[in-house]
């Protein structure tokens, strides 16, 4: 696990995942301008019950908040599916 995502899983502690899978894809996109940048790209997967009575954007908005300064900087791109335990 790169420092990178230890740092995400880190901060995405704050919602209190049932699950978290992360994967890394910033091998894929070697020469693309976000990758030239040193900027990751990752798929994400997180459980919460904090997603609760949330639709997709406020729960997209959430996990944006909890990785704060990484968005935009360290994370190029990032593919979410945020669901609640009861939609597993």
């Known amino acids: 696990m790169s420092d990178l995502e230890a740092m995400m899983r ?16 910033s091998a894929q996109h070697a020469g693309h301008a976000g990758a030239a940048g040193g900027g990751g790209h990752f798929f994400l997967t997180i459980v919460s019950k904090h997603f609760a009575g949330l639709n997709g954007v406020a729960r997209h908005r959430a996990v944006y908040q909890a990785l704060g300064d990484l968005m935009g900087g360290r994370i190029h791109a990032l593919s979410i599916t945020a669901m609640t335990p009861d939609e597993l």
Request: proline residues 6%; contains cysteine.
């Open 10 to 25: 880190a901060r995405l502690a704050c919602l209190e995942p049932d699950e978290l899978l992360l994967q890394d894809d």
